[in-house]
């Protein structure tokens, strides 16, 4: 039986007065997910804004990109 099956079998054990609980608990996971995504882009962001490289803003082609790493296109 696979980790979501159990669950599955759990949850239709719960008696019906506590699923509204259980349903806050799922969507505090979901948001914490969402929550470390945001952190992880606004850490870049910053890592990025704070790099003081003159070359920074410096772009290449999708194709010198792609070439640079031995892929092609």
């Known amino acids: 039986m696979s980790e979501r099956e159990k669950v599955h ?3 239709d054990q719960i008696p019906d007065y506590k699923i509204g609980q259980l349903l806050v608990f799922l969507q505090g996971m979901k948001l914490d997910d969402e929550i470390e995504d945001d952190l992880f882009c606004d850490n870049l962001i910053n890592e990025y804004l ?3 490289r ?3 803003h410096e ?3 999708l194709e010198e990109f792609a070439a640079s790493e ?3 296109l």
Do not use: M
Request: glycine letters at 6%; zero cysteines; aromatic letters at 0%.
């Open 9 to 11: 079998q759990i949850i």
């Open 50 to 52: 704070k790099n003081e």
């Open 54 to 56: 003159p070359d920074k």
């Open 59 to 61: 772009t290449i082609t």
């Open 70 to 72: 031995g892929v092609s």
